[in-house]
Each structure stands twice: as C-alpha cells, then as structure tokens.
C-alpha cells in the first residue's frame, strides 16, 4: 500500500470514528442545556386527555360506587373491619343471620351517604379543571374550589370510617380477628407472613 493510499485510508476510518459522536453530542446538545442531563418524560404524560384531569377513570368510577378507595385504612389496618369485606367473608366468619342483616344495613347506608359525596366531588373537580382550561382561575375562585373540595373529601373520608367504627358493633372479636386473618393482618394490623 501507498503512502497516499494508506493515509487516505487512515483519514476516513478517523472520520468514520470521530463523526457518530459528533453527531450524538449535537443531538445531546439540542435536547438539554449544557451539563445537563435530557429532559424526563413526565409521570403525567397523557393525562392531560382526560375528562377530569385530577381523576382517573378508576377514581371516578369508585366515587360513583361508593369504594372506599384506601380512605378507611386507618380503621382497616387497626381492628375495624369495613362492611363490604365482612359480606364477603361471612360465611368464613360464620355471621349469624342478624349480623347478616345488620351488615348489609350498614353497607347500604354507607353507600346512601357516600355515593352523593362522591358526585358532589366529580361535579366540583369538574368545574375546577374547567376554570383553569377556560383561564378564569382567579385567587378567590382558586382558594373556594379547593377549600370546597377538601371539605367534600374530608366528608367522604369520615363517612367511610365511620362505617368501619360501626361495624365493630356487629362483630365479636374473635370475628374480628379471623377478619384480620383472613385480610392478611395480624391483631396490630401489620401483614401476616405466608396468608394471602
């Protein structure tokens, strides 16, 4: 080989090295400001589709049903079981008829007082996201909406676990500690290892 033909072939296996990573640090350069990293795709990517942009499909479903959507954990996870999970434990718990009846009386008015909650709260985040879609959020109406939210949130919350309080009622607490068996929680509400 030449010594033109042998640095000729030098120069383009240099530039055929040198060039992808021009080319990457241009790319690199073009995303991100200097030193910094590219930036992240957002967790929230893609919810700016929905209906209601603080709720989900799931969360608005939930309220419509009157679920408790982990509102009640602190009565859950302490000892009171909630009505729902007892019904469908009772024959596991071996409920008597009147602690049948009483349970379902209990679900039913949870669901009575808890559904219209649940409504009242889609129909105010509604509005909300509609305020701030349209731009007519304001301090005031910014500082209403969510104290009028919060309150409806504070609503729902205390309904459900009230119903968990009241349940205690019907139970005995052997009941309620095969309840927490059944559940997966030991007696001080922490997970049962090997229970499902």
Request: proline residues 5%.
């Amino acid at each position: 080989m030449t010594f033109a033909r042998s640095a000729s072939f030098c120069a383009a296996l240099t530039i055929l090295a040198v060039c992808p990573a021009a080319a990457q640090e241009r790319d690199d350069a073009a995303q991100s400001p200097a030193g910094a990293s590219p930036p992240a795709i957002s967790p929230y990517a893609g919810m700016q589709t929905r209906h209601v942009k603080a709720l989900s499909g799931q969360q608005i479903a939930d309220l419509r049903a009157g679920r408790g959507m982990g509102l009640s954990l602190a009565a859950e996870l302490n000892g009171y079981p909630g009505p729902l999970h007892v019904l469908e434990l009772a024959d596991r718990l071996q409920l008597s008829d009147v602690q049948r009846t009483r349970t379902k009386t209990l679900l039913e008015a949870m669901k009575a007082e808890t559904i219209p909650i649940g409504e009242r709260i889609i129909e105010e985040e509604t509005a909300f996201d509609r305020m701030f879609a349209e731009k007519q959020v304001t301090r005031a109406s910014l500082d209403a909406a969510t104290a009028r939210i919060g309150t409806a949130q504070g609503e729902l919350r205390a309904a459900h676990l009230r119903y968990h309080f009241l349940m205690v009622e019907v139970l005995w607490p052997t009941q309620i500690a095969r309840y927490a068996e059944l559940r997966g929680y030991d007696e001080s509400g922490h997970r049962v290892h090997g229970t499902h």
